[in-house]
C-alpha cells in the first residue's frame, strides 16, 4: 500500500486522504451508536444477565474495547457520542394516565451538532470539542432570562462553530467553544475559575535514575503570567523555527541550538533563580506580569460608595489577549487596581485610531486594537498567539498603503513569510452593516492556469461570540 501511495501526485493524494477521512467519520459514527447501544445493555442493574456479562467482560467499556481495539479513553468518548446521538425518549409514565407522556423534544443546538456528524460535516473528535467545550445552556442559573434564550443563544454559537470546523483544528475548536461558553455564562466563568484554583498543585519527584521530575496544575491566572513569560522566550524571533531560507535557518541554528521545551525551561530557572536571589523587599510584587486582558467598556460599571467617592465594577467577564480564555470579573478588578489599562477609544464606526500615511508601523494602541479584532495570528488554519504576530498592510506603505486598523491584520513570522514568497494578498470587504471581512487570494495555478476561488479568514477574538 505505501508503494501504491507513494507513486500518486498531488492532488490524488489530497483527494485519497479527504475520501479515506470521510469513511474514517462515518465509520466513527457507527462505532460511536453501536457502543453507546452496547453499554446500555450491560448496564450494572441488568447484573449477569447483561451483555457484557454474559460475554465474560466486567462491563460494557471493557467489551467495546476488547472488539475495536481502542484505547479507554477512545471507547468512553465514543459511548458518549452515541448517548448523545441517541434519539430522546419519553418519561416514565405516571400510573393512573392514560395519555402516553410527551417525547422532550431536542433542542436546537444538540440537533444541528448531531445532523453535522452524521451527516459527514464534521468528525467525532470535532463533535466531542464542541459538544464538550460549549457543554449544555445553564438555565437554572439565569432564572430571570427567557427560558429560551440560553438555548437560542446555543444553537447560535454551535451555527458559529461548525462554520469554523474545517478551518481550526480540534484543539482550537474546543478553546473556541468554551469561549462561547464563557461569554455567554459568566457566572460560570467565576464558578469555574475558582474550580481550577482550588486543583492547583506542584509536585516533585526522583525516577529510578536519579532524573528530576516535576508536574503542575495551574490555576488560570497562574498559568497566564507564566504563557506571558514563555511567549516572549519563544517569540518568531528568537525560538520557533519557521520556514526561511537556508541562510536564516543556519544562522538561526548557530545562534541558538537549543530545543523549544530547552528554552522554556531555562527561562523558568533563571526567572526562579533571580527572584530567589533579589531583595524580598523589592521582588515579587514591584511590577505585574505581562499579561494583557481584553475588556470592553460595557463591562466596566461607575459605582458611588458611602463615601461618596467612584469607583468602577466590573459586572462582566475579560478575556486573555493570548488564547482569548475567560477571566473573572473580581480578577479583571485586581488587574485594574494594580497594572492600570489602556484605553482603545473607537469612533461611531467602531473603527480605531487610523493613522493613514503619517507613518509606516502600527502603533502600540493600533496593535493592542487589531489584536482585539482577530484574537491572533489570521493566517489560515493558524493559530499562533497575538503576542507572536506582526502587522501587515493590506496594500504595501510603499504602493500608497495606509497605516490605519482596518488595513493592517496580524500575520506570524512564518504566515507572513508564506504570504510574500507564494504571492497571495489579503482583502477586505465591507458588509452593508458595517462588519469586514477578510479574504486571502491566490495567484493562478501555473498547470491548471486558474486561480482558486478567495478563502475567508476567520477571526478568532472571543469578541466574535455574543455576550449574556
Excluded at 37 to 57: F, I, P
Excluded at 97 to 120: I, K
Excluded at 383 to 399: D, G, K, N, R, V
Aim: hydrophobic share 40%; glycine share 10%.
Amino acid at each position: 500500500m505505501s508503494e501504491v501511495v507513494a507513486a500518486i501526485g498531488d492532488d490524488d493524494l489530497l483527494a485519497l486522504l479527504s475520501d479515506a477521512a470521510q469513511v474514517r467519520a462515518a465509520v466513527e459514527v457507527i462505532t460511536a451508536a453501536a457502543a453507546a447501544e452496547a453499554t446500555r445493555r450491560s448496564a450494572r442493574e441488568l447484573g449477569y444477565d447483561g451483555l457484557a456479562q454474559r460475554k465474560g467482560h466486567r462491563n460494557g467499556a471493557s467489551l467495546v474495547q476488547t472488539i475495536t481495539g481502542q484505547t479507554r479513553a477512545d471507547v468512553t468518548r465514543a459511548v458518549r457520542t452515541g448517548e448523545d446521538l441517541a434519539p430522546s425518549v419519553p418519561p416514565p409514565a405516571v400510573s393512573g394516565l392514560t395519555s402516553a407522556p410527551a417525547v422532550p423534544a431536542t433542542p436546537e443546538w444538540l440537533r444541528l451538532l448531531r445532523e453535522a456528524l452524521t451527516g459527514g460535516a464534521i468528525t467525532q473528535a470535532q463533535f466531542r470539542a464542541i459538544r464538550d467545550g460549549l457543554g449544555d445552556p445553564p438555565v437554572e442559573r439565569y432564572l430571570d432570562l427567557d427560558p429560551g434564550f440560553l438555548p437560542a443563544a446555543w444553537a447560535t454559537a454551535v451555527g458559529m462553530l461548525l462554520g469554523e470546523a474545517g478551518v481550526f483544528p480540534v484543539e482550537e475548536l474546543r478553546n473556541a467553544a468554551r469561549i462561547a461558553r464563557d461569554r455567554l455564562d459568566p457566572v460560570g466563568v467565576t464558578v469555574r475559575f475558582e474550580e481550577r484554583f482550588a486543583a492547583r498543585s506542584l509536585r516533585t519527584w526522583t525516577d529510578e535514575n536519579g532524573q528530576h521530575h516535576a508536574k503542575i496544575v495551574f490555576d488560570d491566572d497562574g498559568a497566564a503570567w507564566v504563557q506571558a513569560i514563555l511567549s516572549a522566550a519563544l517569540r518568531p524571533r528568537r525560538g520557533p523555527r519557521f520556514v526561511e531560507s537556508p541562510a536564516a535557518t543556519a544562522a538561526d541554528g548557530a545562534r541558538d541550538s537549543r530545543s523549544n521545551e530547552q528554552v522554556q525551561y531555562d527561562t523558568v530557572l533563571a526567572i526562579l533563580r533571580t527572584g530567589a536571589a533579589a531583595d524580598p523587599a523589592q521582588s515579587f510584587g514591584d511590577r505585574q506580569p505581562g499579561v494583557r486582558i481584553l475588556v470592553t467598556a460595557d463591562t466596566l460599571t461607575p459605582e458611588t460608595d458611602a463615601d461618596g467617592a467612584i469607583r468602577v465594577r466590573v459586572v462582566g467577564v475579560g478575556h486573555l489577549e493570548d488564547g482569548g480564555a475567560a477571566i473573572p470579573g473580581g480578577v479583571v478588578d485586581s488587574y485594574l487596581c494594580d497594572a492600570g489599562s489602556v484605553p482603545v477609544i473607537r469612533d461611531s464606526t467602531g473603527r480605531p485610531l487610523d493613522v493613514g500615511r503619517e507613518q509606516r508601523l502600527f502603533t502600540r494602541k493600533q496593535r493592542l486594537a487589531i489584536a482585539a479584532r482577530h484574537g491572533g495570528c489570521i493566517g489560515e488554519h493558524c493559530t499562533a498567539p497575538s503576542s507572536w504576530t506582526e502587522i501587515h498592510h493590506l496594500t504595501h506603505w510603499s504602493h500608497g498603503g495606509r497605516t490605519d486598523v482596518d488595513d493592517g491584520v496580524p500575520l506570524c513570522r512564518n504566515c507572513h513569510l508564506g504570504l510574500h514568497n507564494r504571492g497571495q494578498w489579503i482583502t477586505r470587504e465591507r458588509g452593508p452593516d458595517g462588519a469586514d471581512t477578510y479574504w486571502l487570494h491566490s495567484p493562478p495555478d501555473p498547470v491548471a492556469g486558474e486561480a482558486a476561488p478567495p478563502t475567508r479568514l476567520r477571526s478568532r477574538s472571543p469578541l466574535r461570540f455574543t455576550a449574556a
